[in-house]
């Protein structure tokens, strides 16, 4: 079973960037669509960014421009790279993977966007 870990998360001020990072230990990493969610308290999560084996991304509108999503199937890892953040970017952010039915879960990072 692939396991997820997120990092990279942290406080970061208005404007600032910072990159996420998500390790897989799943050998075929390369087949699945990994994508990042984030959730604040009380609201469902929400998609952030996806992208394919292949390398097709996708973004949520509250990302485009902003966030770059990319990985290295050699290091079995996805990133998302996020710039100009804002404070309602502020968010628990999950990485996860789906490969047909089966979707697999990190256990999250904190991002805090706060002067």
């Known amino acids: 079973q692939v396991q997820l870990v997120e990092s990279g998360g942290g406080l970061v001020q208005p404007g600032g960037s910072l990159r996420l990072s998500c390790a897989a230990s799943?050998?075929?990493?390369?087949?699945?669509?990994m994508g990042w969610y984030r959730q604040t308290p009380g609201k469902e999560r929400e998609l952030v960014a996806t992208?394919?084996?292949?390398?097709?991304?996708n973004y949520a509108d509250s990302a485009k421009g902003r966030f770059t999503i990319s990985r290295d199937n050699a290091k079995k890892t996805v990133y998302l790279q996020m710039n100009s953040l804002k404070p309602e970017d502020t968010a628990a952010y999950y990485c996860?993977?789906?490969?047909?039915?089966?979707?697999?879960w990190g256990q999250g990072t904190q991002v805090t966007v706060s002067s």
């Open positions: 799943e050998i075929s990493f390369s087949i699945y669509t």
């Open positions: 996860n993977a789906v490969l047909g039915r089966s979707i697999k």
């Open positions: 992208i394919t084996g292949g390398g097709t991304a």
